[in-house]
């Protein structure tokens, strides 16, 4: 039994070594990209880190604004909304670490 799995020259294969053509994407428009889910979490952690005092809120809302720049593919529109999320973001931590503290509940 002789196999020819290296042997390019074979006369049985049926592919076309110059008939092939490199890839090349279809450009996408802006507003058919998927949604950024990761920066739309962003600004609603940093928006109840800022609102409800929460600083895990405000911690997370940084770390998914990380991600979203991270993986950024619309340049304006995701830049706008991570600028925002970072901005809600900082201003929870700001609040929660150097405003003044919150009233203990009382039993």
Same mark, same amino acid.
């Given at each position: ?17 110059? @008939? ?8 996408? @428009?802006?507003?058919?990209?998927? &949604? ?48 925002? @999320?970072?901005?809600?973001? &900082?201003?929870?931590? &700001? ?9 203990? @509940?009382?039993?």
């Amino acid at each position: 039994m002789s196999h020819s799995h290296g042997n390019v020259s074979s006369g049985n294969d049926p592919r076309q070594p110059l @008939a092939a053509k490199p890839y090349t994407p279809r450009p996408v @428009a802006p507003e058919d990209l998927p &949604v950024d889910y990761s920066g739309f979490i962003a600004v609603i952690l940093g928006v109840s880190g800022v609102m409800f005092r929460y600083k895990i809120c405000s911690w997370l809302a940084i770390i998914f604004c990380a991600q979203s720049l991270a993986n950024m593919r619309n340049l304006e529109n995701d830049l706008k909304q991570i600028s925002m @999320a970072m901005m809600f973001a &900082v201003m929870g931590l &700001v609040t929660n670490y150097l405003g003044p503290n919150r009233p203990a @509940a009382k039993k």
